[in-house]
């Protein structure tokens, strides 16, 4: 049954987003077999290798929500015996928060990440490592230049990989750094535009990456510095002689508020970027906003059209979901893995994304 849904995927996507009346139809879950554990902020891929289907979760941190709970396990979802398994730890001495994973052919690519010590210092790390789920081996690459965390990371062209923006330390940067898989090395490519950010979320589509909203540091006259919500976006059109030229251009801001940590991916069929769940309050790796009040996450998702620059809202059938680090495709899907509820209640829920005329 789940299958056949998500056969459908694609097809019923494509008649919602010809539809005028859009808006009023809802975002359609299911789930798949849960996580062994429940973990949030944690790095999320998948990969088609052999005559199987892998989804794969890297570090994060769990239910307490302390630093105690910051980790470094891999799990990995196997089509075919339709379950998970754990397999060996993200490499580093330390667990890890706020990595990024992008799949490129049959290896998994995870980078970067913060450790949080025990008085709550807080260091970025440079380590970005290719896993491959058929060996369940990771393999050391080339360091990131300068070394981010809750950046967003995209492919292109089955090769390069670019991250863009993320925090550093002590601060955000502007920079798009693009790794390429073939010659294990790092170029600077375009910087964005905007304010610099983290938390932010995106996609690629084509040539045309999208990424939205995140946090930027807001400089206060007499007084320190402190966190604000960003409701910018931007599409960047990658040069084709030159994919390290990225021609951005500001965006109309979604719908609604902006938000923090939300799931975003690619659509290629439907020329647009989805984007699943995430917290208007911004907050801290605990769950507690900046403003000290609990964060908690928003409904509904966001559709954006790269090509007619439309944006289109819908609702949800499930319970929202935050602190996600990107929508996972699957077979015709996509999925959230782990993520944090209402009430900061970290999650274990493995959940497939439809849409359809009526939720069943």
Not at 173 to 178: D, G, P, S, T
Not at 188 to 209: E, R
Request: net charge negative; hydrophobic share 40%; charged share 15%.
């Amino acid at each position: 049954m789940l299958k056949s849904k998500l056969a459908a995927f694609t097809l019923i996507l494509s008649l919602l987003a010809s539809n005028s009346a859009l808006s009023s139809n809802t975002l359609c879950s299911a789930q798949l077999p849960p996580l062994p554990i429940t973990v949030t902020n944690n790095a999320v891929a998948s990969v088609v290798a052999g005559d199987n289907h892998y989804l794969l979760s890297f570090a994060g941190i769990g239910a307490g929500l302390d630093y105690h709970d910051i980790h470094a396990r891999t799990f990995v979802f196997n089509s075919r015996h339709n379950k998970w398994s754990e397999t060996a730890a993200v490499p580093g001495k330390d667990g890890r928060l706020a990595a990024t994973a992008t799949s490129v052919g049959a290896l998994a690519y995870v980078f970067g990440g913060y450790t949080v010590a025990a008085d709550g210092s807080e260091v970025s790390t440079p380590w970005v490592h290719s896993f491959d789920p058929l060996t369940s081996k990771f393999n050391q690459l080339s360091p990131m230049p300068v070394p981010v965390d809750d950046a967003v990371s995209f492919s292109y062209q089955d090769r390069y990989i670019y991250l863009i923006s993320g925090w550093h330390d002590l601060g955000n940067f502007n920079l798009v750094q693009r790794y390429d898989t073939v010659t294990d090395s790092w170029l600077q490519a375009s910087p964005i535009p905007g304010k610099s950010l983290f938390g932010h979320a995106g996609g690629i589509v084509g040539d045309k990456i999208v990424y939205c909203d995140g946090v930027y540091v807001h400089a206060n006259p007499g007084a320190r510095r402190n966190f604000k919500a960003s409701n910018e976006c931007f599409i960047g059109i990658i040069d084709d002689m030159d994919s390290r030229r990225i021609d951005w251009r500001p965006i109309a801001a979604h719908p609604g508020l902006p938000r923090y940590r939300m799931a975003g991916a690619g659509f290629e069929s439907l020329k647009s970027v989805l984007f699943v769940g995430g917290s208007e309050n911004p907050y801290n790796f605990n769950g507690i906003g900046y403003d000290g009040k609990p964060s908690e996450p928003a409904s509904g998702a966001l559709l954006f059209n790269v090509e007619t620059l439309i944006w289109t809202t819908l609702k949800q059938d499930n319970a929202p979901s935050m602190d996600h680090r990107g929508l996972v495709p699957f077979e015709n899907g996509w999925l959230t893995i782990g993520g944090m509820h209402q009430g900061q209640v970290v999650s274990n829920a493995v959940v497939v994304y439809s849409a359809e005329q009526a939720c069943k």
